[in-house]
């Protein structure tokens, strides 16, 4: 099992950035993906970016160009960049593990994209 903690959101203007973290309660060099979804009110969860223990990266069209997911195997930890921000990047940001089979999420951190 593993515990998943977001931090870092927040207010920002448009075109601004923010560095969401997740950090996790155990080392995170057995987990195999590590990822950043989001949900916006009245959506569904959707992917944001991912890497793998390998160092795979995949970004959501609309993340490409503008985020960049980081792996922190040494201190358990998962960052997510954000530059560029749009007022559709708006929505709870959630950390996720795939850890054999099974996902685990933590409680996820709200970012708002407002002027």
């Known amino acids: 099992q593993v515990q998943l903690v977001e931090s870092g959101g927040g207010l920002v203007q448009p075109g601004g950035s923010l560095r969401l973290s997740c950090a996790a309660s155990?080392?995170?060099?057995?987990?195999?993906?590590m990822g950043w979804y989001r949900q916006a009110p009245g959506k569904q969860r959707e992917l944001v970016a991912s890497?793998?223990?390998?160092?795979?990266?995949t970004y959501a069209d609309s993340s490409k160009g503008r985020f960049t997911i980081s792996r922190d195997s040494a201190n358990s930890m998962v960052n997510l960049q954000m530059n560029s921000l749009k007022p559709e990047d708006t929505a709870v940001y959630y950390c996720?593990?795939?850890?054999?089979?099974?996902?685990?999420w933590g409680k996820g951190t709200l970012v708002t994209v407002s002027s």
């Open positions: 155990r080392s995170i060099f057995s987990i195999s993906t």
């Open positions: 996720n593990a795939k850890l054999g089979l099974r996902d685990y």
């Open positions: 890497i793998t223990r390998g160092g795979s990266l």
